[in-house]
């Protein structure tokens, strides 16, 4: 087609125009004068051979190509191919591509040249920041969404939508790989010279060659086409096995709490487990919803000379002195000889040694004690405050209280006992080294209720928020009315385990502070549940505003608490880069699978739930998690302990982790 011939405007194969967008096109291009270049100018210069691009997209790979069709550079072809083979094509002719530039640029570069266009189009497929996006479109079909940068200012998109031609080996050779073997041969018949014709000889040895590669790549090609029907039976052999297996470990895990349940029964605990609920006590084995994975409660085994030895080392060490790293006494001695794994021993009395920082590591007390983070952190913490001597806690009412609370908590990625024993050092950092205890004058009933509070927070929390309970109308959202489900049922399980004596700590005191306690303990418990976040900081805020001495009324200790207990839940955020980011990664994960269900149950999935986003939410709903809450409520809050500050600075720079990550991509 010559410069300025009209163009038919047809629809081409794997272009989608409403007839609206068809007239529009003609009524422009009969006002428009005739265009004074030829689709080919720049053509030569900017696309002179096939350029091809990977791109990793939404967790996908795929292959985009771009080449003239012919020696003249008529005419073009576009591409694409996942990493499965399957390849989707559409091949045009400079006719089809004139009428795509002119529906596509006539409202925002209408004086794009074709120079410009080429220009553009191939630094698309080579080196520009947005790279080609394949978009899946009805009929299996990919619709290339390909952004031309005309200026550093302007951007064109153009839609080209390609056609699934399937995903058979040839395919991929004639797409991807006779391109380029077709350009060479062009180049070098292009190129050729009076002075390269001297090394004729030598070039047609070359082409010989050539020639038999690509006879020795039709050979190969037709024997691996010959070994893809064997290769398939092999992957479904493979897959049936993998099944096989999976099965087994379904099967062995079976039969592994059989087995608990089985010696459990020898032991006089066969009753309902109703009845065992109330007459043994302990985590039980309760699913409350049909959705969530059965858990059976597994017991922690810890070393009484390793807790004996932690009482000897950090009891009433309130003032931060550091704790001795070896024994020197014939006591400590004594102590360290019941202890088989010595070195692991002093590891996590170096570990626990941190409590008082901010960089306490919970994952490395987690794999250290095999999985007794929790009950170390609060078994060290009543200690350091003294409160087993203030109130005559029996140590083995203490451990075992501890151990089953461990053992409530299920195997979540996130809301797991790990969570808890994190949770449990922020609280103290924010009484202890943050000076909460000292400004708010905290009783012994205020630190016992806030270790219990910080420990217990989310105990037997099933994976699932309250939204999904409420929508489900699971058994927990009915028990509850819906009001703040999760976290009336960490505290009522709890307070219910402590009827039986095993578990009782709060045997020891006397009903005025019994109901102190458990008072204080439901007002912070039901305070983590995020819908009362509004409100809760609502009323902080005002209270801060009163220039009066907080420690004169116990309504506003508890708020202090209040919002103490608040940001230790959520102060992953204010953790070393290292250790945030797993657990960014562990909330991720426990979202998704929530998400996974809510899409098999067909109702709408949560926000930031949904695991196909991941690339474009996940960092966007952590920014807007500490823009909106982290941040707001750590500020304030220092403003009433100015020792918390370095929790915002860290915060702002976790958060600026994720824009420097949203700046590079």
Same mark, same amino acid.
């Given at each position: 087609?010559?410069?300025?011939?009209?163009?038919?405007? /047809?629809?081409?194969?794997?272009?989608?125009?409403?007839?609206?967008?068809?007239?529009?096109? /003609?009524?422009?291009? #009969?006002?428009?004068?005739?265009?004074?270049? +030829?689709?080919?100018?720049?053509?030569?210069?900017?696309?002179?051979?096939?350029? *091809?691009?990977?791109?990793?997209?939404?967790?996908?790979?795929?292959?985009?190509?771009?080449?003239?069709?012919?020696?003249?550079?008529?005419?073009?072809?576009?591409?694409?191919?996942?990493?499965?083979?399957?390849? &989707?094509?559409?091949?045009?002719?400079?006719?089809?591509?004139?009428?795509?530039?002119?529906?596509?640029?006539?409202?925002?570069?209408?004086?794009?040249?074709?120079?410009?266009? &080429?220009?553009?189009?191939?630094?698309?497929?080579?080196?520009?920041?947005?790279?080609?996006?394949?978009?899946?479109?009805?009929?299996?079909?990919?619709?290339?969404?390909?952004?031309?940068?005309?200026?550093?200012?302007?951007?064109? +998109? @153009? %839609?080209?939508?390609?056609?699934?031609?399937?995903?058979?080996?040839?395919?991929?050779?004639?797409?991807?790989?006779?391109?380029?073997? !077709?350009?060479?041969?062009?180049?070098?018949?292009?190129?050729?010279?009076?002075?390269?014709?001297?090394?004729?000889?030598?070039?047609?040895?070359?082409?010989?060659?050539? !020639?038999?590669?690509?006879?020795?790549?039709?050979?190969?090609?037709?024997?691996?086409?010959?070994?893809?029907?064997?290769?398939?039976? @092999?992957?479904?052999?493979?897959?049936?096995?993998?099944?096989?297996?999976?099965? @087994?470990?379904?099967?062995?895990?079976?039969?592994?709490?059989?087995?608990?349940?089985?010696? #459990?029964?020898?032991?006089?605990?066969?009753?309902?487990?109703?009845?065992?609920?109330?007459?043994?006590?302990?985590?039980?084995? $309760?699913?409350?919803?049909? &959705?969530?994975?059965?858990?059976?409660?597994?017991?922690?085994?810890?070393?009484?000379?390793?807790?004996?030895?932690?009482?000897?080392?950090?009891?009433?060490?309130?003032?931060?002195?550091?704790?001795?790293?070896?024994?020197?006494?014939?006591?400590?001695?004594?102590?360290?000889?019941?202890?088989?794994?010595?070195?692991?021993?002093?590891?996590?009395?170096?570990?626990?040694?941190?409590?008082?920082?901010?960089?306490?590591?919970?994952?490395?007390?987690?794999?250290?004690?095999?999985?007794?983070?929790? @009950?170390?952190?609060?078994?060290?913490?009543?200690?350091?405050?003294?409160?087993?001597?203030?109130?005559?806690?029996?140590?083995?009412?203490?451990?075992?209280?501890?151990?089953?609370?461990?053992?409530?908590?299920?195997?979540? %990625?996130?809301?797991?006992?790990?969570?808890?024993?994190?949770?449990?050092?922020?609280?103290?950092?924010?009484?202890?080294?943050?000076? *909460?205890?000292?400004? *708010?004058?905290?009783?012994?009933?205020?630190?016992?209720?806030?270790?219990?509070?910080?420990?217990?927070?989310?105990?037997?929390?099933?994976?699932?928020?309250?939204?999904?309970?409420?929508?489900?109308?699971?058994?927990?959202?009915?028990?509850?009315?819906?009001?703040?489900?999760?976290?009336?049922?960490?505290?009522?399980?709890?307070?219910?385990?402590?009827?039986? %004596? /095993?578990?009782?700590?709060?045997?020891?005191?006397?009903?005025?502070?019994? /109901?102190?306690?458990?008072?204080?303990?439901?007002?912070?418990?039901?305070?983590?549940?995020?819908?009362?976040?509004?409100?809760?900081?609502?009323?902080?805020?005002?209270?801060?505003?009163?220039?009066?001495? &907080?420690?004169?009324?116990?309504?506003?200790?508890?708020?202090?608490?209040?919002?103490?207990?608040?940001?230790?839940?959520?102060?992953?955020?204010?953790?070393?880069?290292?250790?945030? +980011?797993?657990?960014?990664?562990?909330?991720?994960?426990?979202?998704?699978?929530?998400?996974?269900?809510?899409?098999? *149950?067909?109702?709408?999935?949560?926000? $930031?739930?949904?695991?196909?986003?991941?690339?474009?939410? $996940?960092?966007?709903?952590?920014?807007?998690?500490? !823009?909106?809450?982290?941040?707001?409520?750590?500020?304030?809050?220092?403003?009433?302990?100015?020792? +918390?500050? %370095?929790?915002?600075?860290?915060?702002?720079?976790?958060?600026?982790?994720?824009?420097?990550?949203?700046?590079?991509?």
């Amino acid at each position: 087609m010559g410069c300025g011939t009209s163009i038919q405007n /047809k629809q081409s194969p794997g272009t989608l125009m409403d007839k609206g967008s068809m007239e529009t096109s /003609k009524d422009t291009r #009969r006002g428009t004068p005739p265009e004074k270049e +030829l689709p080919t100018c720049g053509k030569e210069k900017y696309l002179a051979e096939p350029v *091809m691009r990977e791109v990793d997209q939404d967790g996908k790979r795929y292959f985009f190509i771009l080449y003239s069709n012919t020696r003249d550079y008529m005419g073009l072809t576009i591409a694409c191919r996942d990493v499965v083979g399957t390849v &989707w094509a559409r091949s045009m002719t400079d006719e089809d591509v004139a009428e795509l530039k002119s529906i596509h640029t006539k409202l925002t570069s209408p004086s794009l040249s074709w120079a410009q266009f &080429w220009k553009s189009l191939t630094a698309a497929f080579i080196k520009a920041q947005d790279p080609p996006r394949a978009i899946a479109t009805p009929g299996n079909q990919r619709r290339l969404d390909i952004t031309l940068r005309t200026s550093k200012e302007q951007r064109v +998109l @153009l %839609p080209v939508y390609l056609s699934n031609y399937g995903s058979e080996n040839t395919l991929t050779y004639s797409y991807f790989f006779y391109p380029f073997l !077709n350009s060479y041969s062009i180049r070098k018949s292009k190129n050729q010279s009076k002075e390269q014709r001297e090394e004729e000889g030598i070039l047609e040895q070359k082409e010989s060659k050539l !020639n038999k590669l690509e006879a020795d790549y039709a050979i190969q090609k037709n024997q691996v086409e010959d070994r893809v029907p064997r290769g398939e039976d @092999l992957q479904m052999q493979n897959r049936r096995e993998h099944q096989k297996i999976a099965d @087994l470990v379904e099967e062995i895990s079976r039969l592994e709490k059989q087995v608990r349940r089985a010696r #459990r029964a020898l032991a006089g605990d066969a009753m309902h487990h109703l009845d065992a609920l109330y007459n043994v006590g302990g985590a039980r084995s $309760f699913q409350h919803t049909t &959705w969530a994975r059965e858990y059976d409660p597994t017991w922690h085994k810890p070393n009484d000379a390793l807790l004996q030895l932690e009482v000897e080392q950090f009891e009433g060490v309130t003032d931060g002195s550091a704790p001795p790293q070896s024994p020197s006494d014939p006591l400590m001695k004594e102590l360290v000889s019941g202890i088989e794994d010595q070195t692991t021993a002093w590891k996590i009395i170096a570990c626990l040694k941190r409590l008082d920082e901010h960089d306490f590591d919970a994952f490395e007390l987690q794999e250290l004690t095999g999985g007794g983070a929790l @009950l170390h952190v609060a078994w060290v913490l009543t200690h350091k405050y003294d409160l087993c001597n203030y109130f005559s806690i029996d140590r083995s009412v203490l451990k075992n209280f501890w151990l089953a609370v461990t053992a409530g908590y299920h195997p979540n %990625p996130y809301h797991n006992a790990t969570h808890a024993a994190d949770v449990l050092q922020c609280m103290h950092y924010v009484m202890g080294p943050g000076n *909460m205890d000292s400004k *708010m004058r905290l009783k012994k009933e205020d630190q016992l209720a806030a270790i219990i509070s910080a420990g217990i927070h989310d105990y037997d929390h099933p994976g699932f928020n309250n939204v999904f309970h409420t929508k489900t109308a699971a058994y927990l959202g009915t028990l509850y009315n819906d009001r703040s489900i999760l976290e009336n049922h960490h505290c009522c399980c709890v307070f219910e385990m402590m009827r039986n %004596p /095993k578990y009782n700590i709060l045997a020891s005191l006397n009903d005025d502070q019994k /109901k102190d306690v458990r008072d204080t303990v439901v007002e912070l418990l039901l305070s983590t549940d995020m819908g009362n976040h509004a409100r809760i900081f609502a009323q902080y805020r005002r209270r801060l505003g009163e220039n009066i001495d &907080w420690y004169t009324r116990k309504e506003d200790v508890r708020l202090a608490m209040v919002m103490a207990i608040k940001m230790a839940d959520i102060s992953n955020c204010s953790r070393p880069l290292s250790m945030y +980011l797993k657990w960014a990664e562990r909330i991720a994960e426990e979202f998704y699978a929530q998400g996974d269900i809510e899409q098999r *149950m067909d109702t709408q999935v949560s926000p $930031f739930m949904e695991r196909r986003k991941h690339a474009t939410d $996940f960092a966007k709903g952590q920014m807007s998690f500490m !823009n909106y809450i982290v941040l707001p409520m750590f500020e304030d809050f220092s403003t009433l302990l100015p020792l +918390l500050q %370095p929790l915002v600075t860290r915060t702002e720079a976790n958060r600026a982790y994720w824009e420097n990550q949203r700046t590079v991509q």
